[in-house]
């Protein structure tokens, strides 16, 4: 951690590398003794990444991240206002020319220079985003970093393979050439639940394609994104190209997506906030992404391992408190195997470690906040008040844990389909599961809610799998496994789930804009269709 430190020491008017809009002092975060800039006219703050520059926001408004581990503020950060996002889409704008027509393998060195960074610096930000999430460590170490800085390593190489078709002349005469070009300044907004991932998702495909970005991550999970911001700076992608702002969705998300100056919006988060986005963009016509709630179904057919599935679907509802947009949350047992997968599953639950997040033989940290552990609570509340049984958990635990976030690991069964907690997004620990006889049954329960994003089926037969990936409505569908997620493959929604792909050479679908060349080969003057308006000359 020492060596980590010294690289925060300022060093004139610069920090990390990053130039400060004033002389800024350092200040050690007490948690995790990472340092960030001190503003002294802002108490101590310069939470906003803009231009490569390191400034406090426009807001009077702080917001203090608090670590849902015990409860205390681990940094209280500004916030951006209007006039920090025109600044911000200003520096954008301004950065678009140079890095639009850089060379494909110049933006891909820059992303290879932060891959070697974000390596070399792996546990700072594995620290950090436990920090602010509650996540544990284990899981920060072994998933949402390495996964993050694989996503680095995909889009270097995917920026040298953009490519559009150079095709044939349809007509006889004109030589058709398709272009794909970067759609120009693109406002990101980021959620809470996999901060650091979330932003690499947005950022990458982005500036690989040669856009440049403003990007909002969740004003409760900003640090991590604003660390990237400096590495950015550091692999010597250009001021400007990439930008971040912390602060409210009302205020300084509103601010970005409304912008004139922002071609393209790319949402992540629930449904709700993602109608609002959409509408909102379509008053200036912009190219909207949107990557919102899910509700997995889990399908259990008859003839499935049944431990495979047990251990599947403990790792995949439970997975980072289950606050995860594809997690198992709904699991559907063919009859035979109902009993033994509930009590299997209910016994596999009652073995997860709740625990500190930084304590690596902790399986499940506490929620995000106290607000997701109210929300999640009063699910599973309303849900035994209308006569669902709680076979595992379905409380807030007391002793160490009570100063926490924390929400027991939790089983519910004799739920309706049409209830709420098997319709609505939880985003918690906890797993709904209900019997189906016939396959048709039992797929046409895992398609039956508003949501299509991610599901899997369970079988040892090979006809049963592929027909129920067929059927299954949802952007992924797993067979014999619930999860992992790659960066060469398209990650995201049907239905109210979203549309549009992070990940892959299919993000590039949303971050560019197709263009048709069209050249005459003739040389003519006067061409033949030239007739329809000139008569016959
Ligand atoms: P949220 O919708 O509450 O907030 C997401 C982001 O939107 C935050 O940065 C927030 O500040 C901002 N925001 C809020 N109101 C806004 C407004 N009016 N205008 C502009 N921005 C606004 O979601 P959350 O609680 O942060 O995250 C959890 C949700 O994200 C879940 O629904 C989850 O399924 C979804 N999610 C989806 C995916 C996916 O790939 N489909 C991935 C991760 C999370």
Same mark, same amino acid.
């Given at each position: 951690?020492?060596?980590?430190?010294?690289?925060?020491?300022?060093?004139?008017?610069?920090?990390?590398?990053?130039?400060?809009?004033?002389?800024?002092?350092?200040?050690?975060?007490?948690?995790?003794?990472?340092?960030?800039?001190?503003?002294?006219?802002?108490?101590?703050?310069?939470?906003?990444?803009?231009?490569?520059?390191?400034?406090?926001?426009?807001?009077?408004?702080?917001?203090?991240?608090?670590?849902?581990?015990?409860?205390?503020?681990?940094?209280?950060?500004?916030?951006?206002?209007?006039?920090?996002?025109?600044?911000?889409?200003?520096?954008?704008?301004?950065?678009?020319?140079?890095?639009?027509?850089?060379?494909?393998?110049?933006?891909?060195?820059?992303?290879?220079?932060?891959?070697?960074?974000?390596?070399?610096?792996?546990?700072?930000?594995?620290?950090?985003?436990?920090?602010?999430?509650?996540?544990?460590?284990?899981?920060?170490?072994?998933?949402?970093?390495?996964?993050?800085?694989?996503?680095?390593?995909?889009?270097?190489?995917?920026?040298?393979?953009?490519?559009?078709?150079?095709?044939?002349?349809?007509?006889?005469?004109?030589?058709?050439?398709?272009?794909?070009?970067?759609?120009?300044?693109?406002?990101?907004?980021?959620?809470?639940?996999?901060?650091?991932?979330?932003?690499?998702?947005?950022?990458?495909?982005?500036?690989?394609?040669?856009?440049?970005?403003?990007?909002?991550?969740?004003?409760?999970?900003?640090?991590?994104? /604003?660390?990237?911001? @400096?590495?950015?700076?550091? &692999?010597? #992608?250009?001021?400007? =190209?990439?930008?971040? !702002?912390?602060? %409210? +969705?009302?205020?300084?998300?509103?601010?970005?997506?409304?912008?004139?100056?922002?071609?393209?919006?790319?949402?992540?988060?629930?449904?709700?906030?993602?109608?609002?986005?959409?509408?909102?963009?379509?008053?200036?016509?912009?190219?909207?992404?949107?990557?919102?709630?899910?509700?997995?179904?889990? /399908?259990?057919?008859? @003839?499935?391992?049944?431990? &495979?599935? #047990?251990?599947?679907? =403990?790792?995949?509802? !439970?997975?980072? %408190? +289950?606050?995860?947009?594809?997690?198992?949350?709904?699991?559907?047992?063919?009859?035979?195997?109902?009993?033994?997968?509930?009590?299997?599953?209910?016994?596999?639950?009652?073995?997860?470690?709740?625990?500190?997040?930084?304590?690596?033989?902790?399986?499940?940290?506490?929620?995000?906040?106290?607000?997701?552990?109210?929300?999640?609570?009063?699910?599973?509340?309303?849900?035994?008040?209308?006569?669902?049984?709680?076979?595992?958990?379905?409380?807030?635990?007391?002793?160490?844990?009570?100063?926490?976030?924390?929400?027991?690991?939790?089983?519910?069964?004799?739920?309706?389909?049409?209830?709420?907690?098997?319709?609505?997004?939880?985003?918690?620990?906890?797993?709904?599961?209900?019997?189906?006889?016939?396959?048709?049954?039992?797929?046409?329960?895992?398609?039956?809610?508003?949501?299509?994003?991610?599901?899997?089926?369970?079988?040892?037969?090979?006809?049963?799998?592929?027909?129920?990936?067929?059927?299954?409505?949802?952007?992924?569908?797993?067979?014999?496994?619930?999860?992992?997620?790659?960066?060469?493959?398209?990650?995201?929604?049907?239905?109210?789930?979203?549309?549009?792909?992070?990940?892959?050479?299919?993000?590039?679908?949303?971050?560019?804009?197709?263009?048709?060349?069209?050249?005459?080969?003739?040389?003519?003057?006067?061409?033949?269709?030239?007739?329809?308006?000139?008569?016959?000359?």
């Amino acid at each position: 951690m020492l060596g980590v430190v010294a690289q925060f020491v300022a060093k004139g008017r610069s920090v990390n590398g990053i130039p400060m809009e004033t002389a800024l002092s350092m200040r050690v975060s007490p948690v995790i003794g990472l340092r960030f800039p001190e503003h002294p006219d802002r108490g101590g703050m310069a939470h906003q990444h803009i231009g490569g520059v390191r400034t406090a926001g426009s807001l009077v408004e702080t917001f203090d991240v608090i670590d849902p581990a015990d409860g205390h503020v681990v940094e209280t950060v500004d916030q951006a206002g209007p006039q920090d996002v025109d600044r911000a889409v200003a520096a954008a704008a301004a950065a678009f020319p140079e890095w639009s027509r850089a060379t494909p393998g110049e933006r891909s060195g820059a992303l290879n220079r932060l891959a070697a960074i974000l390596t070399e610096r792996a546990e700072d930000y594995a620290q950090l985003e436990t920090a602010q999430s509650g996540k544990p460590i284990k899981l920060t170490r072994e998933f949402d970093v390495p996964g993050s800085i694989d996503n680095v390593s995909f889009f270097a190489g995917a920026a040298r393979n953009l490519e559009g078709r150079a095709s044939t002349e349809y007509d006889g005469v004109h030589t058709s050439v398709i272009r794909r070009e970067a759609i120009g300044v693109v406002g990101s907004i980021a959620p809470w639940n996999y901060p650091l991932q979330m932003a690499m998702w947005k950022i990458l495909p982005a500036i690989s394609a040669g856009n440049t970005i403003v990007l909002k991550p969740a004003e409760i999970t900003p640090l991590t994104s /604003l660390l990237l911001a @400096d590495d950015v700076a550091r &692999a010597g #992608i250009p001021a400007g =190209v990439v930008n971040v !702002l912390t602060g %409210s +969705g009302r205020i300084a998300g509103e601010s970005l997506i409304s912008h004139d100056g922002v071609r393209m919006v790319s949402f992540t988060g629930s449904t709700a906030v993602g109608q609002r986005v959409m509408e909102t963009a379509a008053r200036t016509v912009k190219r909207v992404h949107l990557e919102l709630g899910g509700k997995a179904p889990f /399908l259990v057919f008859d @003839d499935a391992d049944l431990e &495979a599935a #047990i251990q599947g679907a =403990v790792a995949g509802s !439970l997975i980072n %408190s +289950g606050q995860d947009c594809t997690a198992a949350t709904r699991a559907y047992i063919q009859r035979p195997l109902y009993d033994a997968f509930v009590a299997g599953v209910a016994d596999l639950m009652r073995t997860v470690r709740l625990g500190a997040p930084a304590d690596p033989s902790t399986d499940l940290g506490p929620l995000v906040s106290f607000k997701q552990q109210a929300s999640v609570a009063g699910f599973v509340d309303r849900a035994r008040a209308a006569g669902a049984r709680i076979v595992v958990g379905g409380a807030i635990p007391g002793g160490v844990l009570a100063k926490g976030a924390y929400y027991e690991p939790t089983l519910v069964v004799d739920a309706g389909q049409q209830s709420e907690i098997v319709q609505d997004e939880i985003f918690g620990p906890v797993l709904v599961v209900l019997p189906f006889d016939s396959d048709e049954e039992g797929i046409a329960l895992a398609n039956d809610t508003p949501f299509g994003l991610a599901a899997s089926a369970w079988s040892r037969d090979v006809f049963r799998c592929l027909r129920a990936s067929r059927e299954i409505q949802a952007g992924c569908v797993w067979l014999n496994d619930h999860i992992p997620i790659v960066s060469e493959m398209p990650h995201g929604g049907f239905k109210a789930s979203g549309f549009g792909k992070d990940m892959s050479q299919y993000s590039f679908e949303e971050y560019t804009n197709v263009k048709h060349i069209s050249l005459d080969i003739t040389g003519e003057t006067h061409k033949d269709w030239h007739r329809t308006v000139f008569g016959d000359r």
